[in-house]
């Protein structure tokens, strides 16, 4: 029986040697893959610095255009729009029909038109209230503004009841119902303001990927070499390297649209050319940072974990799953940089609200920008490798 | 020998004039001079870790010089003009694995630009018997083959300089003729041929060579001129007490290594030192027996001898 015992504990003695060996050869492995290492550091920082100190699900800063009626009510409004605390810019002391003129233009997220008090009391004293008012509301991105929306109904009908106490008890009056028109997605379907910035997180993390593999694929097997003395250019290299992944793009953006509007009647309103143009721009320059992040990598697994500490901020900051006017203004600086964040306002101008070149062509300068950057940067940094 | 051909009159393909290369301040190539012309095999021959891959890829413009000029036909610049002449073979494999044979060779030739590319491939797959293995992906074909893919996807265009960076390591003996027929018959054609190699038997088929040893060029010359140059004979002995054979040796200063080959000594000494040896095998009692130096000892001979670099 002892003798067993004995045995078993120095077959369970060997094993955790060789379980050490093992484990000290991977520890050791890990360590002196510096990038990998440093990426398994920084991709949970990013995570919890974003999540903690960026991400927030509470809108804050929704635009508002306050038109119509009289001024004290627009006033009466536009300081308890105020009170509520989601909003920061405040338009006010416009004309009839104007708030919703900027609606329409995507300078505000909420229009409210006031109706005239002479349309419904002889009574001076009517004219402090606002009278049945109409708030539009831009639903191209519904989370952005569901929740500012119904703190601003409940901010203004309790305040209006606090005022017309007296007249509300004795019957002599009814406050107004407020009408609200969700502009641009009637029904209110996350699905529909999903769907347009699904396309760019869709192209932007397979374009990344595609991109970072590149080159670290070629390095890693060898055939980098061959390139390199071979009769051909940066430019060429990096032209014809990235038109295959361009064309991928093409074919993924066209699948996202097609099962959006096939399975969730998700609209096009504005140019479906203009839409695909603007995903293969956003392909484009994620292709070429990708191509970037290859010339520094040495192989395919620090390619990814690149990939993945450079998209998870991108997604996070780009307004597609968190309201981008809720992050502090840091954040929103930070966000403004990728180019995600852009291509996510520009397909909702495009799908949902029907915007033209000329209008949602705005949202593609920075892309461009970035293109140019970024194309630049891995263009020098393939000659470089070239040389 | 190609070279003596009349009908090629020889041209300078490489000038290395002190050309070195240094990693901040380790010294990874010593200052080395050699020229190669077109038709010749020049071998850069040495032991492992001599500094043949590391020329080799200076050559072929991918590690820059750090000190010295390097012209490539007549030019020290590396334009796409001097790229279309070189053909490159590193030691792993440069062909992407998951295309077949055909697929990667239409890349070269379209990188090229070789005009009627098609017929140029199945002629240079004729040639090197890889016509059955033209649908075959890469990552499917032996070693060998793979090598002579390799091989015909570098000579596809034509160049006028080919450099081979151990393009026989790992193969077997039939493999290794197979590959050698190919460069000398790129060779004989006027192409001037680059070859690094640690293999003595491929040294020797080499016209000019270059011996590297850490890092410096020892010898140069034609493969037997280095080797006389090494001074060296390498003898094996055996006697019933090896363990005290082996300490004695090294009584003989001459004497550079002494290796335990099986049940004799394989022993490394200097040519004038060849009467001392013979008596100390009488007295001994050993049997003595002459055999083929190997790359290592020439390295071992030129590095302990701190032979006159050239």
Known sequence: MFDRINCLLKRAKRSFRRMRAVAIVEALRILRDRTSFSLVVLVPLLQVVLFGFAVNLDPRGVSIAIAGGSPSSQEFVAIHADGTGYFSIIIKDLKKGHAEYKLEAGEVDIAIELADASEFFDDENADDFPLAPRVIVDGSNVSAVAPALAALEKQILSGLLARLSDSVEDGSYTPPAIKTIWRYNPERRTVWTIMPALIGVIVMISMLMLGALALAREKEQGSWETFAVMPIGASEILLAKLSPYVVIAGIQTLLVVASAVLLFDVPIVGSGILLFFGAILLAVAHLTLGFTISTFVSNQLQALQAAIAIYLPSMLLSGFMFPFNGMPSWAQQFGNMFPLTHFVRFARDVMLRGADASTAGIHLLPITVFVLLFGSLAFLLVRRLQA | ?310
Request: with cysteine; proline share 3%; aromatic share 8%.
């Open chain 2, 1 to 310: 020998m190609s070279i003596a051909d009349p009908f090629f009159p020889a041209t300078t393909l490489i000038s290395a004039k002190n050309i070195g290369v240094s990693y901040g301040n380790r010294i990874a190539l010593q200052p080395l001079s050699f020229e190669v012309i077109s038709g010749e095999i020049f071998g850069l021959i040495g032991a492992n870790g001599g500094g043949k891959t590391t020329t080799l890829r200076v050559l072929s413009g991918l590690l820059p010089t750090s000190v010295g000029q390097l012209s490539l036909f007549g030019q020290t610049g590396r334009e796409k003009t001097i790229k279309h002449q070189v053909g490159y073979v590193s030691q792993s494999t440069s062909l992407y694995q998951d295309l077949t044979v055909r697929e990667n060779l239409n890349f070269h030739a379209g990188v090229h630009g070789i005009e009627n590319h098609e017929a140029a491939i199945e002629n240079v797959m004729v040639l090197f018997d890889l016509k059955p293995f033209a649908d075959t992906r890469v990552s499917s074909l032996s070693g060998g083959w793979t090598r002579l893919a390799q091989l015909s996807a570098s000579v596809l265009h034509q160049p006028k300089l080919l450099l081979l960076d151990e393009p026989t390591a790992g193969l077997d003996v039939a493999m290794r003729s197979k590959v050698w027929q190919h460069i000398d018959r790129v060779a004989r054609q006027g192409t001037g041929v680059v070859i690094s190699t640690h293999d003595l038997n491929e040294a020797l088929c080499c016209t000019h060579a270059v011996f590297l040893a850490d890092g410096k060029s020892c010898a140069q010359g034609t493969p037997n001129q280095i080797f006389a140059q090494a001074d060296i004979t390498v003898y094996l002995i055996k006697n019933n007490d090896l363990y005290r054979l082996d300490k004695l040796i090294y009584e003989i200063d001459e004497c550079i290594k002494c290796s335990r080959e099986n049940d004799a000594l394989r022993v490394v000494i200097r040519k004038s030192a060849t009467h001392k040896f013979q008596k100390f095998c009488q007295r001994a009692g050993a049997e003595v027996k002459t055999v083929e130096l190997s790359m290592d000892d020439a390295s071992f001979a030129f590095l302990a001898g701190d032979s006159d670099s050239v």
